[in-house]
Structures are given as structure tokens and as C-alpha cells.
């Protein structure tokens, strides 16, 4: 008997050793070379900027850096601002970006996120002025702008639901019929403003945010740390909330106010918003994530086969790809027990890996 066991054993260890060592394969640590010294005009879209004379937008950052009194670091999502300035700015707006508090806000930079445009910005010396030299909210006169948006951060979560001036420029821009976007965490700027009838802003609008399920997967104790969850705190104002597929894209609009649920969502946001304006976006190039991420919402929407065969059209046109967005997927499957979706998710990180260059 101890000899069947001791080789049960033995055998679960060398296959459960096998399926680490096979995932730790399906990750791509081929990080371009030299993708952080990317300059602005390295990037074709970035080249197409039109003239700034479509007026300005107004970018507002959160100035907190510590979530609550827990110690642990925070401030604003680094890509949620780059992928937004540079929407903005190639299609002819000028920007100016705020904060709180003024001058130089904590960016959150997660590398594994980070692509080209995002360095970009970080090489980019008049965005780089306008990012560590903010204005003060107090300060800022929402006549001037034809819009303003919210990044996210969890930092946002303390010090956007209840400033003044956050109440004051929110209100101006719904008054005026002008245009409100935001993103992730950057709601929580609306979560709790009133306009002058009384009537609170989100009531009976649709709108996104970060999720409770994708809050509570990443922060398991965050009903203890964060004032609020964000999507309950939407829900209690009236809003229509609309929630889409975990750490995917999803936006909601409606007049006058666009909002997106997750940092993959900047993009889809920024661009409405544009068109919201009244312009057709100018044309760009997605993403290594950005088509990784349709490849994920075909899983979910078509299966394994659906995926499979978008998959294999970016591979055939060369087109960028980002299969480590895909193992993470398969790795919160597997972290939630669904260990078909996990299998299957790894099997398409797999073919990518096969099949491309990366």
C-alpha cells in the first residue's frame, strides 16, 4: 500500500510540476528591446497630430498617495493619463492636467502593462511639465474646457468623492451640456455630487467603473481599506451600472458623460469621448493588449474555436499581440476554479507562442 501511495505521490508531484514549468513557458519576458526610450515621434499616430484648435481638454489626476492610514502606496494609473493626453492631443486639443492638490502627483507604473505610447509620454517633455507640474483644482475654471476627465488610481478613492472643487467642476460641465469622462477608479469623482436641483448627478445615467468582483479579486480586504466599493457606491446614487466582463473593456455613454470600467478600457473611452466632441477619431493602430483583449472577449463569447480563429487572423496579418494577457486570465481562472477556462485559456497562450514571433 505505502509503495502504491509513495507513487501516487511521485506522480502528482511531476505533474504538477509540469504544468508550472509549461506555464511558466507560455510567458513572453521578450520585452522589446529598448521599448523605454521610445520618443513621441517614434509613433506614427502620434505624428498625425493636428493643430491644437478644437479647444482644450482637462485631464484631473488624484494627489493622494497612501490608501486611507493602511500604508500601502497609491496615486494614479500611469497609463490611464498616457493613452488618454495623446487621444486628446493627436486630435487636435489641447490639454492641461490637475490634480488636488497641484504639482506632482504619485504615478502608479506597472512595466507588464506598459507599451510604447505609455514610454512615449514618459520621454515626452511638454506632457512630462504638464504630468509633474499639475494645476490646482482650486484654480482651474471649467469655462475653459470642453471636457474634462478623470483618471483612475485608487488613490481616487479618498480624494475625489468629496472635494469641492471636483463638486464644482462636475456640476459646471453638467449644467453646461459639456462633456465628462472618466475611467476605472476616476468615477469615484461623480460618485457623490448633487447638482443644484438636488437631484444626484448619476441618477438614471449609465455608467461603469471598476467592478466589485475585480476590486474585491485584487484587494480581498477592500471593504476594509477603500471609504466605499465603487460599484455599490454607483448603484446608490441611481446610476444604470453596467458591468462588463472581468478586466476587459467596457464603456458606458450616454450624453454628455462617458465612462470606462477598467484600465483596458482607456482607449475605447478617450476615443468616444472624441467622438462625442464631434470628430471621427483619427485612425490608430491597436495594440499588442488592445488585441489581446478581443481575443478574450471572443473566448467568452464564441469559445475556445471563436478565439482560436481571430487569434489566428493577427497572426497571419503580423499584427501585435500580448499573450502574457491571456495567461493572466487563464491564471484568475484557474485562482477561481475554473479550470476549463484555465486549460483552454493556456492552450491559446500556447498556439501564440507557437505561431508568432513573440
Known amino acids: 500500500m505505502w509503495k502504491s501511495i509513495g507513487i501516487s505521490v511521485v506522480g502528482i508531484v511531476a505533474v504538477t510540476g509540469g504544468l508550472i514549468a509549461w506555464?511558466?513557458?507560455?510567458?513572453?519576458?521578450?520585452?522589446?528591446?529598448?521599448?523605454?526610450?521610445?520618443?513621441?515621434?517614434d509613433i506614427p499616430y502620434v505624428k498625425k497630430r493636428l493643430a491644437p484648435d478644437r479647444g482644450s481638454i482637462l485631464i484631473v489626476l488624484t494627489s493622494e498617495t497612501e490608501m486611507g492610514d493602511t500604508g500601502r502606496k497609491t496615486g494614479y494609473e500611469h497609463t490611464e493619463l498616457s493613452r488618454a493626453y495623446y487621444v486628446f492631443s493627436v486630435n487636435g486639443f489641447e490639454v492641461?492636467?490637475?490634480?488636488p492638490k497641484g504639482g506632482e502627483p504619485n504615478a502608479?507604473?506597472?512595466n507588464e502593462d506598459m507599451g510604447a505610447l505609455d514610454y512615449a509620454f514618459l520621454n515626452d517633455d511638454e506632457a512630462m511639465a504638464k504630468a509633474t507640474h499639475t494645476l490646482p483644482l482650486?484654480?482651474?475654471?471649467?469655462?475653459?474646457?470642453?471636457?474634462?476627465?478623470?483618471?483612475?488610481?485608487?488613490?481616487?478613492?479618498?480624494?475625489?468623492?468629496?472635494?469641492?472643487?471636483v463638486h464644482r467642476l462636475v456640476r459646471h460641465f453638467a449644467q453646461q451640456d459639456k462633456l465628462i469622462g472618466a475611467v476605472c477608479h476616476g468615477p469615484a469623482a461623480l460618485a457623490n455630487v448633487f447638482l443644484d436641483n438636488g437631484e444626484a448627478f448619476l441618477q438614471g445615467k449609465p455608467v461603469t467603473g471598476f467592478t466589485n468582483e475585480e476590486e474585491l479579486f485584487l484587494i480581498p480586504d477592500a471593504e476594509q481599506v477603500f471609504p466605499f466599493l465603487l460599484e455599490d457606491r454607483l448603484r446608490e446614487r441611481g446610476a444604470d451600472v453596467s458591468v462588463g466582463l472581468t478586466y476587459l473593456e467596457n464603456i458606458a455613454v450616454t450624453d454628455g458623460l462617458v465612462t470606462g470600467q477598467n484600465p483596458w478600457s482607456v482607449y475605447a473611452t478617450a476615443e468616444t469621448m472624441i467622438d462625442q466632441l464631434g470628430y471621427t477619431p483619427l485612425p490608430r493602430e491597436a495594440t499588442a493588449i488592445e488585441n489581446s483583449v478581443d481575443v478574450l472577449m471572443q473566448y467568452h463569447l464564441l469559445g475556445k474555436i471563436g478565439a482560436r480563429e481571430l487569434l489566428d487572423t493577427y497572426i497571419a496579418s503580423d499584427a501585435a499581440f500580448d499573450r502574457n494577457l491571456v495567461v493572466m486570465h487563464g491564471l484568475v481562472a484557474a485562482m477561481q476554479w475554473r479550470v476549463k477556462s484555465a486549460l483552454e485559456l493556456l492552450v491559446i497562450a500556447q498556439h501564440a507562442k507557437t505561431h508568432s514571433a513573440g
Open 108 to 110: 502608479i507604473i506597472d
Open 138 to 165: 482650486a484654480e482651474v475654471k471649467g469655462a475653459d474646457y470642453e471636457a474634462i476627465y478623470f483618471v483612475g488610481g485608487k488613490g481616487t478613492m479618498w480624494d475625489f468623492p468629496d472635494n469641492p472643487d
Open 23 to 41: 506555464l511558466f513557458s507560455l510567458v513572453d519576458r521578450s520585452n522589446a528591446l529598448g521599448i523605454d526610450l521610445t520618443q513621441p515621434q
Open 96 to 99: 492641461d492636467i490637475a490634480s
